[in-house]
């Protein structure tokens, strides 16, 4: 298990905005905003998401093939999740949708252009792992 996943961004502000909207969406406050970061989970010692502007002092940029994913409870929650993070001025990867084995998920790209994604395991998924 990871302690925090960060992401880039240029704009800590406008970033640390859109994360108050959308990880409150998710039960998750600020629980760290010094310097050049701005953190939310529940509370220290488990685990958090963070934004930074780089410590270099130069652009942020995307990692191609880097992705952060979030575990929600329901589908229900994907598809929530995923509109909040377009009403934010996100941008789509990947509408909601079962995707392969079962996994019910949604893509998005940050104000940054950091890609994430919310999941759960769909209904077949569920019952393949007895839930």
Not at 107 to 128: C, I, Q, S, V, W
Request: with cysteine.
């Amino acid at each position: 298990m990871f302690g925090y996943v960060m992401v880039g961004t240029n704009d800590k502000e406008k970033a640390g905005g859109f994360y108050d909207a959308l990880m409150g969406e998710l039960g998750y406050k600020r629980i760290f905003d010094k310097f050049h970061i701005i953190g939310w989970g529940t509370k220290f010692g488990e685990p958090w998401f963070a934004v930074c502007t780089p410590i270099d002092k130069q652009d942020q940029s995307i990692g191609n093939g880097s992705m952060v994913a979030f575990a929600v409870d329901a589908e229900e929650d994907v598809d929530r999740l995923y509109k909040k993070a377009l009403e934010l001025g996100g941008t789509s990867e990947g509408k909601p949708g079962l995707r392969g084995g079962g996994f019910y998920c949604a893509y998005f790209r940050d104000l940054d252009g950091n890609k994430f994604n919310f999941h759960t395991p769909g209904e077949e998924m569920r019952k393949a792992l007895g839930q």
